[in-house]
């Protein structure tokens, strides 16, 4: 068996060195190194011979076939180097088609209005989503008894404080991040807080578990609703174009005061009346208001010296409007047939 690995070693070398092609190279690599090449079938055999001899010749054969194998790798380097070099390409042949991705309706809105608050001198605050009950409700002038909680039927997280309470939970909007910038940075304070947010909702058409809010707010001396309605207003005329008109009407919210409702003229029927505005000419959009002194407070500020303004928004509603989508559960669905349209 010895003489027999020493021939096929010498053959390979000797069929390797008239290899003038990588097609050729591949073949002999079959041929010699495969499953079921020539030297492997020998390698195999090693285990039928007695034990001393068994030890030699796997020895042999193991040193052979790793010069063999070197031996391909190099000649191999060497053939695609010179197929490289002398390989003709016809530039005029066209390329291959690079595929792109597309970005969900909602990250497109995201980030429209993140560039027109960043413009006006905004910082675009985060916070996280597994939250205190203190900050999304208590700090937010939301407390236990308040049936402003009734409204946000809330995901908590089985574990409970040192008082025995259900304290931590998905937060169910963005407000809590309000009063932690306020505690991290102080009055004068402009942010813009996006994100996620979650809520027990019967899912429709309408209405998601989990949903895209977008929020605002600003805290300096003298700050008043005139401030609010300008903002609104540049919000209306960036999203749904200049002819755009602002509409405010009171609403309670209990972390606001005076709060209001932001309507803008329908995109749809510009304010004639249709069925996606239910005939009104308007649609509601924004929730608003002067920021309550007890959120203030919560938040290390003086409402005596300061005041403020908030407001926010479904970032998952706005798409549904400005793109015509009839189902909020499109956005969320991970479907590719419906991110492929934006």
């Known amino acids: 068996m010895k003489n027999k690995l020493e021939d096929l070693k010498k053959q390979i070398l000797d069929e390797l060195a008239k290899a003038k092609s990588g097609e050729l190279l591949r073949e002999l690599e079959i041929k010699y190194l495969g499953r079921k090449g020539e030297l492997s079938n020998i390698l195999r055999g090693v285990k039928d011979l007695g034990a001393e001899e068994r030890q030699e010749i796997g020895a042999l054969a193991n040193a052979i076939k790793t010069e063999v194998t070197a031996k391909f790798e190099e000649i191999k380097k060497e053939t695609e180097s010179k197929e490289t070099a002398t390989g003709f390409v016809d530039v005029t ?14 990250s497109i809105i995201q980030a429209e209005l993140e560039d027109l608050f960043i413009s006006l001198g905004f910082m675009v605050a985060d916070g996280p989503e597994l ?18 909680r009734d409204m946000q039927d809330t995901f908590y997280i089985d574990k409970k404080n040192a008082e025995g309470e259900y304290d931590l939970l998905l937060r169910t909007h963005t407000s809590p991040v309000q009063v932690r910038a306020m505690q ?5 304070l402009k942010a813009v807080v996006p994100g996620r947010c979650f809520r027990s909702e019967a899912t429709d058409a309408r209405h998601e578990h989990t949903l895209y809010q977008f929020e605002g707010f600003m805290i300096d001396k ?4 005139s401030h609010l309605k300008g903002v609104l207003e540049l ?3 960036k999203l749904f174009g200049e002819e755009t008109k ?3 009407r009171p609403k309670f919210y209990p972390f606001v005061e005076p709060g209001t409702n932001g309507e803008f003229t329908c995109l749809l029927c510009k ?6 505005c239910k005939n009104s000419g308007w649609l509601e959009v924004i929730g608003a208001g002067l920021i309550h002194p007890e959120v203030l407070r919560a938040g ?12 926010g928004f479904g970032l998952s509603r706005l798409a549904q409007l400005k793109y015509g989508i009839d189902d909020a559960r499109l956005a969320m669905s991970g479907d590719l047939r419906f991110l492929q349209q934006f």
Do not use: Q, T, W
């Open 93 to 106: 042949l066209p390329g291959k088609k690079i595929v792109r991705g597309h970005l969900n309706p909602i």
């Open 131 to 148: 939250e205190s009950d203190y900050y999304n409700f208590e700090a937010l002038n939301i407390p236990k008894s308040h049936p402003a």
């Open 184 to 188: 991290k940075y102080g009055a004068p």
């Open 222 to 225: 003298d700050i008043n609703f």
């Open 235 to 237: 919000v209306g005329k």
């Open 246 to 248: 602002l509409r405010m």
């Open 271 to 276: 304010g004639k009346g249709c069925r996606l």
């Open 300 to 311: 290390g500020i003086d409402p005596e010296i300061y005041s403020g303004f908030a407001f």
